[in-house]
């Protein structure tokens, strides 16, 4: 893991900072909050001396304890977008945000991907600009992938909706690509210069199949609820459109529907007797926008 990713974390029991050598391997001497690690194994151990294990796959998990109200990604939805994100039908949107993080980041700056699932697209970004990376998700089957992908990311388990375990102005760019926006934190977290890059779909988007895949719809006034939802702490300064088309088998329409919201609902079998119904491909749309803010000087906030 990046040392200086983890000198931007903040312990969540006591806020202390983890030093780049806390990242060790962890004798029996460290035993309160690790009891029954066995020597050796890794781990991220905090000033105060709070000890979080690197779990075997390599991410860690911060929320130990904490519980939390919202629900994870599950194994099968992690599944279903791991493999859908593998045919490459998303590869233009990873393409077009790598470009963007490269133009608005110098090396050695770090990156938040908060929500990284499996971390497709923080993969993309590290192949285009020379970057250290913090991954956030509350799924640990998405992290289990995510850290796997990008081994030297820091891929905690949190929650986005809580206080984020990262020290003020230590991120250059955060960038949400589906997935939620805790404002107050970003702008918290990013320093001067810095960029909040968020990716939604646009009205349209998989609209040909999102019938037969019980895809939750695209507001029209989408972008009009995303600027609000951010106006008390971020400017919106550009925005790009990315819109190709993709030629879908029956399985890709199956694994999109799994791999977004509404997979939190569906049951498989009857997702695979509805995509049945579909010819052998469909032609579908993939509508994208990657909406770029900069955070309001405190004194401008309303
Ligand atoms: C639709 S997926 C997008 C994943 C990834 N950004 C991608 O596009 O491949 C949304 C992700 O947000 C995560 N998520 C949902 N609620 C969250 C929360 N409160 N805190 C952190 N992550 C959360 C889910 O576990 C899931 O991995
Ligand atoms: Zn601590």
Not at 93 to 117: E, F, N, P, R
Not at 167 to 176: I, M
Not at 269 to 296: D, G, H, M, N
Request: hydrophobic content about 45%.
């Amino acid at each position: 893991m990046y040392p200086s990713a983890i000198a931007a974390l903040l312990c969540p029991v006591c806020a202390e900072s983890f030093c780049a050598e806390s990242f060790r391997t962890q004798g029996p001497e460290h035993s309160p909050a690790s009891a029954g690690t066995a020597a050796g194994s890794p781990a991220l151990v905090c000033a105060s001396g709070h000890t979080f294990d690197v779990a075997k796959q390599g991410y860690v998990n911060f929320l130990t304890g904490a519980g939390t109200s919202f629900l994870p990604d599950t194994a099968g939805m992690v599944a279903a977008r791991e493999e859908f994100l593998s045919t490459g039908a998303y590869r233009p949107l990873a393409d077009a945000l790598a470009t963007l993080v490269a133009s608005k980041v110098s090396a050695g700056d770090l990156v938040l991907d908060a929500g990284t699932g499996t971390g497709y697209y923080l993969s993309a970004i590290q192949r285009a600009a020379d970057v250290t990376s913090i991954g956030l998700d509350i799924s640990k089957f998405a992290l289990r992938r995510a850290a796997r992908a990008n081994p030297e990311t820091v891929n905690l388990v949190w929650d986005v909706w809580r206080p984020l375990p990262i020290a003020a102005n230590a991120v250059r760019a955060v960038v949400v690509i589906f997935a939620p926006r805790n404002a107050a934190e970003f702008a918290r977290v990013l320093g001067p210069n810095s960029v909040l890059l968020v990716v939604t779909p646009l009205p349209g988007h998989l609209a040909e199949i999102a019938d037969e895949a019980g895809l939750l719809g695209v507001q029209p006034d989408k972008q009009e609820a995303l600027e609000s939802s951010l106006a008390e702490f971020f400017t919106p300064v550009s925005h790009q459109n990315v819109e190709y088309y993709l030629l879908l088998g029956r399985e890709d329409v199956a694994r999109a529907a799994m791999m977004g919201p509404a997979g939190h609902h569906l049951d498989p079998e009857v997702l695979r007797a509805r995509v049945a119904f579909l010819p052998e491909q469909t032609t579908v749309a993939a509508k994208f926008r990657i909406s770029a803010f900069s955070a309001l000087p405190a004194a401008h906030r309303q």
